[in-house]
C-alpha cells in the first residue's frame, strides 16, 4: 500500500476525471464507460476518461475509438495503453475517481479487484460491479459504489455522484485508504501466521 501512497509525478490531468486500469477490453467494461461518460458529461461537461493497460483485442480496441468519436468524445477520451508504474501512480492520485465496471463474459470473470485496493491505497473513490471480485475490494458506500453489470444509467449515476460530491469523494478515499493498509501483504501475511499458530495450538 505504501507504494501508492507515496508521491508519484502529477500527470497532464484537464479537468475531472476518471480512470479506468486494466486494460482495453470487453471484459473491463470499458465500452460502458464510454457510453456513461457521454451521460456524466450532461452534468460534467468537462468530465474526462483515461483508460490505461493492455490493448490485446485490436477488434474491440477499434469498436471503442469508433463509439468515442460518434458520441463525440475524442476530447474526452484517453486510452494510451501500458504506461509506466510511476506514471500510472500519478493517475491513481490525481484522477477524481476510479471506475472498472466489470462484466462476467463466459467463463471469465473479474477476479480479486486488486486495481480498485491500488485506487484505494492513492485515496481514490472507486466504482465497480456486483457479482464480480469488486465486491471483495469495495466495501460499498464506505470505500466506493458497486453498480449492477451491463448498468450504464447506475454507472453513469454513481460517476456523476463522486464527481459532483467533494466531501464524498474526500471521506471515500480516506476510507479506501484505511481498507488498502488492511490488505497490504504484510498484513494479509501476519493474519495468516496468526491462523497457522491457532491451528498448531
Known amino acids: 500500500a505504501a507504494r501508492f501512497e507515496a508521491p508519484a509525478p502529477t500527470p497532464a490531468k484537464r479537468g475531472p476525471t476518471i480512470l479506468a486500469s486494466g486494460g482495453v477490453k470487453a471484459r473491463k467494461g470499458t465500452h460502458l464507460l464510454v457510453e456513461a461518460l457521454a451521460i456524466v458529461r450532461e452534468i ?28 463525440g468524445l475524442g476530447d474526452a477520451v484517453e486510452l494510451p495503453g501500458q504506461i509506466a508504474a510511476d506514471a500510472l501512480r500519478g493517475w491513481y492520485q490525481h484522477a477524481d475517481a476510479f471506475a472498472l465496471p466489470a462484466l462476467n463474459v463466459g467463463d471469465r470473470f473479474e477476479g480479486f479487484g486488486l486495481v480498485f485496493l491500488e485506487a484505494s491505497a492513492s485515496g481514490r473513490p472507486v466504482i465497480g460491479t456486483h457479482g464480480s471480485g469488486a465486491a471483495e475490494a469495495v466495501i460499498e458506500g464506505e470505500t466506493g459504489l458497486l453498480v449492477p453489470q451491463n448498468g450504464v444509467s447506475a454507472l453513469a449515476a454513481a460517476l456523476t455522484r463522486l464527481l459532483t460530491g467533494d466531501a464524498l469523494r474526500r471521506s471515500m478515499g480516506a476510507a479506501g485508504r484505511h481498507y488498502a493498509r488492511t490488505q497490504d501483504w504484510s498484513a494479509v501475511a501476519a493474519r495468516v501466521r496468526a491462523l497457522y499458530e491457532r491451528a498448531l495450538a
Open 44 to 71: 460534467v461537461p468537462d468530465a474526462r476518461l483515461v483508460v490505461t493497460g493492455r490493448q490485446d483485442d485490436p477488434v474491440y480496441l477499434a469498436q471503442a475509438r469508433e463509439r468515442v468519436a460518434t458520441l
